[in-house]
């Protein structure tokens, strides 16, 4: 994978809490956030994408993220935490790039 991170959900948003690369062509960094609506998250959450998605090209559903193409995003991994009470409020998410969908 070539960027780990973990977002936190909050006002319809994720905030990115850490993030780790190791290439310098993810364009996200600690502090950013994105409208739910708009990534992976929420859909993950919902059921609608799976957890593990080892090739992003065989899920129209992920295909027509705006991030999976424009990054482009090759394989996806979220993992949910859940508090003591309950409550889902964080993700940590493992993604890969696809050079050659450039």
Excluded: Q
Excluded at 8 to 19: M, Q, S
Excluded at 43 to 59: Q, S, Y
Excluded at 82 to 102: D, H, I, K, Q, Y
């Amino acid at each position: 994978m070539d960027v780990a991170f973990v977002s936190e959900f909050r006002w319809r948003h994720a905030f990115l809490r850490h993030v780790n690369t190791k290439t310098g062509r993810w364009p996200i960094k600690v502090g950013d956030s994105a409208a739910l609506e708009d990534g992976y998250c929420k859909k993950i959450v919902e059921g609608r994408l799976p957890e593990l998605i080892p090739d992003t090209a065989v899920l129209p559903e992920a295909m027509a993220i705006a991030a999976t193409r424009e990054v482009p995003i090759g394989s996806h991994l979220s993992v949910r935490f859940v508090s003591a009470t309950g409550e889902f409020t964080v993700l940590f998410v493992a993604s890969a790039s696809n050079p050659a969908r450039r």
